[in-house]
């Protein structure tokens, strides 16, 4: 019996268009995506109730997908802005015109999300 290599698999996964997510300490999904599909993460930093769930609507009518919903407590952020990872770096400056914020580049990445998108207390049409 041959010695199961669990690095192979993995380099198979990767291929393929897979993504592994760990959703506890001994459990993954094997989940398949699409290469040009980003995780987008909405995190409400104003406190207006239900402000990340309506943008996310809207995104979704454009195409984007979000993938998590945060709050920012203890909701102070005054500017909004997108984070992203280098690689989105084309889908965030796409992003950034249509919603007209900021951008800042993220070096550590998200275990949830490639991009991001702060809400401040400056967004008033969520309101």
């Known amino acids: ?11 198979t996964l990767k291929f393929a268009r897979t993504e592994v997510r760990q959703l506890g300490p001994a459990l993954v999904a094997v989940v398949c995506t699409d290469a040009d599909t980003v995780r987008l993460e909405i995190s409400n930093g104003n406190g207006v109730a239900g402000a990340a769930a309506r943008l996310a609507r809207q995104l979704r009518v454009d195409g984007l997908q979000t993938v998590h919903l945060t709050n920012v407590k203890p909701f102070n952020v005054p500017q909004s802005r997108i984070e992203y990872q280098h690689a989105q770096k ?18 550590a990445g998200n275990a949830y999300a490639d991009m991001r998108i702060v809400l401040g207390h400056d967004i008033r049409y969520l309101k």
């Not at 019996?1 to 380099?11: A, C, T």
């Not at 950034?96 to 070096?107: F, K, N, S, V």
């Open 90 to 107: 084309t889908m965030a400056l796409v992003l950034a015109q249509r919603l007209h914020l900021p951008l800042y580049q993220r070096t």
């Open 1 to 11: 019996m041959r010695q199961h290599d669990v690095q192979q698999d993995y380099e």
